[in-house]
Antibody, heavy 119, light 110 residues
Framework: EVQLVESGGGLVQPGGSLRLSCAAS????????MNWVRQAPGKGLEWVSY????????YHADSVRGRFTISRDNAKNSLYLQMNSLRAEDTAVYYC????????????WGQGTLVTVSS | QSALTQPASVSGSPGQSISISCTGT?????????VSWYQQHPGKAPKLMIY???NRPSGVSNRFSGSKSGNTASLTISGLQAEDESNYYC??????????FGGGTKLTVL
């Protein structure tokens, strides 16, 4: 089955760190560009980070640049998001999302993992 | 990058047609034919409904269609059904090689 499964979410104090993982299966992970998209409680979707299929090109939203880092391990079919200096406003469900073959849209999403930043 | 502008809510009766607008700028919606639409039921992951302005992925009903004029894209749902009640988000690729989403529209089927 083609799927993405996120893990690693949880409760963390402001200023803390967390590493999210996304396990891909059912497709050739190394052929696809990947992203992280988040959704704060009761709010809309917000694009967070992008990584090319090789891992050589990275982009991050202004809201997380310098604090979050996206990475991947194609040998392990896994995507990661290292989140440092977490703030209350980073509280959200984090989704990993695959870029479709047209390179402009997200055709496969995980079920999401909740990150709560609170003291 | 500012979020794309969508109406907060729209509604329609079963069998009717509705449209949801998505307004951006020449740096995103108006500059590329890379607008996509997602359906998201509460507590679920988003689902791709339209990509590259007008294209439907396999398995998506042909009651869903997309269009664009200038800096505004639109999603039209014809023959409304109760199962269409959901939240809908537009998205566009941008000139910064990033993506931007709309604020979301809650569709109510009366």
């Amino acid at each position: 089955e083609v799927q993405l499964v996120e893990s690693g979410g949880g409760l963390v104090q402001p200023g803390g760190s967390l590493r999210l993982s996304c396990a891909a299966s059912g497709f050739t992970f190394s052929s696809y560009e990947m992203n992280w998209v988040r959704q704060a409680p009761g709010k809309g979707l917000e694009w967070v980070s992008y990584i090319s299929n090789s891992g050589n090109t990275l982009y991050h939203a202004d809201s997380v640049r310098g604090r979050f880092t996206i990475s991947r391990d194609n040998a392990k079919n896994s995507l990661y998001l290292q989140m440092n200096s977490l703030r209350a406003e980073d509280t959200a469900v984090y989704y990993c999302a695959r870029v479709g073959e047209g390179y402009s849209y997200f055709d496969l999403w995980g079920q999401g993992t909740l990150v709560t930043v609170s003291s | 990058q500012s979020a794309l502008t969508q109406p907060a809510s729209v509604s329609g009766s079963p069998g009717q047609s509705i449209s949801i607008s998505c307004t951006g700028t020449s740096s995103d919606v108006g500059g590329y034919n890379f607008v996509s639409w997602y359906q998201q039921h509460p507590g679920k992951a988003p689902k791709l409904m339209i990509y590259d302005v007008t294209n439907r992925p396999s398995g998506v009903s042909n009651r869903f269609s997309g269009s664009k004029s200038g800096n505004t894209a639109s999603l039209t749902i014809s023959g409304l059904q109760a199962e269409d009640e959901s939240n809908y988000y537009c998205s566009s690729y941008t000139s910064s090689s990033t993506w931007v989403f709309g604020g979301g529209t809650k569709l109510t089927v009366l």
